[in-house]
C-alpha cells in the first residue's frame, strides 16, 4: 500500500496507537485482576469469619487429635467445616506465595508459627481423611489414572507452607 498524503501517516500512527493501546489495558486488567484476587485471599485470611474458624479448630484441637488414634473418627459437622474453611484458606494463601521467594519469606516471618500451629492441629485430619475424600473426587473425574497421577494431580499448598515454614524455623534453631 502505498502512502500518497502526509495525513496517510496520522491515520497508520493512529491504529498502531489503538493497538499498543489495547495491549496495554488488557496488561493493566490482568495485573489488577491478579492484585485483586491477591488482596482478597489476604484480607480473607483475617477476616472474622477465619479468626471465628481458627478459634474453633483450636478449641477443638482434641477432636482432631482422635483421628492420630482412630482415623475412621467422625468429626462433628461444625467442627469440620472449620476445619474445611481454615486448611482452604491457607491452601490459597500457600498458592499465592508459592510463586515467589521473596513473598514466602516474609509471609513466613510473619504467620510461620500459625501455620505450624494449624498443620499441628489438623494435619492429621488433612493427609487422613479430607486427602481421601478429595483423591476420590479425582478418581471420579479420571477413572483411568494411576495412583502415581492422581497423587500428581492432587495438590496442598497448606502443607506445602508447613514444610517451608518448618524449614525455616529449623534455619532460625540453627543459628
Known amino acids: 500500500m502505498k502512502i500518497s498524503s502526509p495525513s496517510d501517516?496520522?491515520?497508520?500512527?493512529?491504529?498502531?496507537?489503538?493497538?499498543?493501546?489495547?495491549?496495554?489495558?488488557?496488561?493493566?486488567?490482568?495485573?489488577?485482576?491478579r492484585l485483586s484476587t491477591f488482596a482478597?485471599?489476604?484480607?480473607?485470611?483475617y477476616s472474622d469469619e477465619t479468626r471465628r474458624n481458627r478459634y474453633t479448630v483450636?478449641?477443638?484441637?482434641?477432636?482432631f487429635s482422635r483421628l492420630k488414634q482412630d482415623p475412621k473418627h467422625l468429626?462433628?459437622?461444625?467442627?469440620?467445616?472449620?476445619?474445611r474453611y481454615v486448611s482452604s484458606t491457607y491452601d490459597r494463601v500457600g498458592f499465592f506465595v508459592s510463586h515467589n521467594k521473596r513473598l514466602t519469606d516474609e509471609y513466613l516471618?510473619?504467620?510461620?508459627?500459625?501455620?505450624?500451629?494449624?498443620?499441628e492441629i489438623l494435619g492429621p485430619w488433612i493427609e487422613g481423611p479430607w486427602?481421601?475424600?478429595n483423591l476420590d473426587a479425582v478418581r471420579v473425574?479420571?477413572?483411568n489414572a494411576t495412583p502415581l497421577e492422581v497423587s500428581r494431580i492432587y495438590s496442598n499448598y497448606f502443607e506445602w507452607l508447613k514444610d517451608r515454614a518448618k524449614e525455616r524455623e529449623d534455619k532460625l534453631l540453627k543459628q
Open 9 to 33: 501517516y496520522v491515520s497508520y500512527l493512529a491504529v498502531g496507537f489503538s493497538a499498543v493501546s489495547l495491549l496495554l489495558s488488557y496488561r493493566y486488567y490482568a495485573g489488577n485482576t
Open 40 to 45: 482478597e485471599v489476604f484480607v480473607n485470611l
Open 58 to 63: 483450636r478449641s477443638q484441637k482434641n477432636e
Open 75 to 83: 468429626l462433628p459437622s461444625d467442627v469440620e467445616d472449620a476445619g
Open 109 to 119: 516471618k510473619w504467620q510461620g508459627d500459625v501455620i505450624l500451629e494449624m498443620w
Open 131 to 133: 486427602r481421601d475424600e
Open 141 to 143: 473425574r479420571r477413572p
